[in-house]
């Protein structure tokens, strides 16, 4: 798959097997910069990397920021091939961003290849070009847009994810499929529990569906100041629930969640039918973990965080919402009142599943 930028195109490549990896990682002027996890899990992978270009990296949010970055480009000066030197990541969107901000800083541009070993990173993130940092206890303050050169997905590594991790890209996957509309609605009523069993070949295919639906939207605009904001649709609800779980709930299970929670705001507007409510409901009731319920928090945090996401442009609370079938639209006067009666729906819905 070829993605547009304009910095240069990319392509995402896909993988069925982890061997690809031997001439990645052989790279001549390359750091590789590897998720802990990963290197633990796929040692015998690794082991003919020089230990002078190896570099372990703990997922950990409190690792994403400026100093693990500076940390890469430290390494990455010791190669003498300088701009042409490679930056090679492995991990999931941890790894992708502090390695894609380091690629963008240093030499203002090396090369960048990115192995999304996440289903979070591998259906959503791995596109689309962003980098982002931590910074000062806010998520996500600092950052960038930078594309890789090459992507390389490979879904047997989705094999090894904790369930948790697992789920939380199945969020993502089914969101872009209820925006699909009707053929990515019937597709996953048929194939859900597929994927809930992780087949290869199923996931495989739904990755790369969710690749070239968000493809369609960060061609047309790169730099997210028009169309793409739409895939903002059910963030607006997640970064909340993120906030006021203190991230114990996972991105894409929050945003799972907070599509629920946009659709029955969309309900009670009358701008979605009550049926196709229901079958995203469904789709997305199993792929929640156990608690995910947002009766547990308070709504004035809710909305407190819901209001300080940077994507709000003003006192108001903007939200991406569905109207009238499969159309998104951005709407800027969503009331505090009717976030609190979309909740409550949402969590009277998971108490009858
Ligand atoms: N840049 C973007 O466009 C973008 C988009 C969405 C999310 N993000 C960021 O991505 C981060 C979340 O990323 P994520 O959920 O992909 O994962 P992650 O990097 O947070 O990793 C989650 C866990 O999975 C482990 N792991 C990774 N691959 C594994 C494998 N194959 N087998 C077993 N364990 C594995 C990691 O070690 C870690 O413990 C957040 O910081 C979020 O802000 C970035
Ligand atoms: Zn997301």
Redesign the pocket.
């Known amino acids: 798959m070829n993605i547009k930028a304009s910095q240069h195109d990319y392509t995402v490549h896909f993988e069925d097997s982890p061997d690809f990896l031997a001439d990645l990682l052989a790279k001549p002027d390359a750091l590789c910069v590897v ?4 290197y633990r ?2 040692q015998p992978r690794f082991a003919g990397v020089d230990p002078e270009r190896l570099m372990l990296l ?4 409190e690792n ?1 920021g400026l100093e693990a970055a500076l940390a890469i480009c430290e390494r990455m000066t010791a190669i003498p091939a300088r701009r042409n030197a490679w930056l090679v990541s492995v ?7 502090v390695t ?1 901000f380091a690629a963008n800083i240093l030499y203002r541009g090396v090369h960048w290849a990115f192995v ?6 591998a259906c ?3 596109i ?5 940092l ?1 910074y000062k206890g806010f ?2 303050l600092l ?1 960038t847009f930078f594309p890789p050169d090459d992507v390389y997905v490979c879904a047997s ?6 369930d948790q ?1 697992f789920l ?2 199945l969020g ?1 996957v089914v969101k872009f499929n209820a925006l699909m509309g009707e053929p990515g609605l019937s597709g996953l009523e048929t194939h859900l529990p597929a994927l809930l069993l992780r087949d290869p070949e199923t996931v495989r295919r739904y990755t790369e569906s969710s690749l070239a639906f968000k493809k369609t939207y960060i061609e047309q605009d790169e730099f997210d100041r028009g169309v793409r904001v739409h895939l903002n649709f059910a963030h607006t609800f997640g970064h909340a629930f993120e906030t006021v779980s203190r991230y114990a709930v ?3 299970s929050a945003v799972a969640l907070g599509t629920m929670a946009a659709n029955h705001l969309s309900l009670l507007r009358g701008w979605l039918a009550a049926e196709t409510v229901e079958r995203i409901d469904r789709l997305i009731l199993p792929i929640l973990p156990a608690g995910c319920d947002p009766a547990q928090w308070e709504l004035s945090g809710i909305l407190a965080a819901m209001h300080k996401d940077k994507k709000q442009t003003d006192s108001r609370i903007t939200a991406v919402l569905l109207r009238s079938g499969f159309t998104l639209e951005i709407v800027h006067d969503v009331q505090p009142e009717e976030v609190g009666r979309a909740l409550a729906a949402v969590s009277a819905r998971m108490a009858s599943k």
């Open positions: 998720d802990r996890n990963v899990l796929y703990d997922a950990l949010e994403k991990g999931g969107g941890i790894t992708q961003d894609g999304p070993t996440t289903l979070l990173a959503d993130s791995c689309g070009g962003k980098t982002s931590n998520k996500n950052g590594f989705f094999e090894t994810l904790t991790d939380s890209g993502e996972a991105h894409g």
